[in-house]
């Protein structure tokens, strides 16, 4: 699943997941391994399509049609508490890995979206939400993603 898509749901962006993401490994009960791919990120089209109230936001220029903006702390939150408690609901074993050291090729030491405070934010509600026990597993990893 791409979890980007979630920061595009929550916080209007152009590529959005729908409320179900994570909908389906929830009802199957099938075991379910996951990280957390870019969420630093809500994405959209060239800079003119920014809505107003984010003007001001750090953006990242993809390419001339795609514009990419840093989640904040708070939006970090509640992008961990969205999938968090989503996983929690999972009846299936689930083992969800957190890369300590940058979700996403501009979220790495001397990157644009380097923002290891807020990615800490992040780390901290997926787990706080997911409720680790013996099906449900947080694994953090000295690593990038």
Known sequence: ??????????????????????????????PYVGSVGALDMVNFWAPSTIPEHYRDRLFYEHNPNV??????????RAIG?????RLARC?????????????S???IEG?????PEADAVLFDA?????KPNGKRRVTRLPLHI
């Not at 979890?3 to 389906?24: I, K, M, N, S, W």
């Open 81 to 85: 508490e969205w999938i968090g408690t």
């Open 91 to 103: 009846g299936g074993p689930v083992h969800f890995l957190i890369p300590e050291k940058g979700v």
């Open 67 to 76: 514009t990419l903006m840093r989640t904040t702390a708070d939006e970090c």
């Open 126 to 130: 997926i787990e706080r939400t997911i």
């Open 105 to 107: 090729a501009l979220d």
């Open 111 to 115: 990157g644009a979206f380097f923002d």
């Open 1 to 30: 699943i791409t979890t980007t898509e979630v920061c595009d749901l929550l916080f209007g962006g152009v590529l959005p997941a729908t409320e179900d993401r994570f909908g389906a490994v929830a009802r199957t009960g099938l």
